[in-house]
């Protein structure tokens, strides 16, 4: 699928939203500028701005409207290492909204957030650690430090 162009874009849209009980709309006239932004976003995190991801929820939209959820499962598609997974489940415990003016703000620190928190001293160890605990359990799926990241933050303390 490389270069990621429009066409590729719109199918991965539908790729992501496929199986979900939401429809997704793709809206033609921004779509070039979300293929470009999702071209560089495979390998620059730190160049998705809440201005792009405002750009990507804009073209990606559900019955609601513009989505931040949309443009962060579609990043997270893309590069799963890069971008967290953002839904209203994520949102609530990160204390802002799913969608809406501030979401893609939020989106950006809550990226930026865990991505410093693994590069903590004990940041990777404790990915490595969660990593672990979910193997013996019987997961065999691949865990990237992100993905790890996420589930320490939302399992709460014991």
Partial sequence: MRPLDRHHAILIGHCVFGWMPTQLTVVGDSID????ILCDAETRPKGVTA???????RTFQTSKGNSVVAAAKILHFIAPSLYPIWDKHVARQWGASPNGKKAGDEYVKFSKALRAAIELPDGGEACTIMRD???RAGFVGEITDLRAAELIIFQGPR
Avoid: D, G
């Fill in 51 to 57: 201005a792009k991801i405002r750009t990507l929820a």
């Fill in 33 to 36: 500028a979300a293929a470009q």
């Fill in 133 to 135: 605990h979910l193997s």
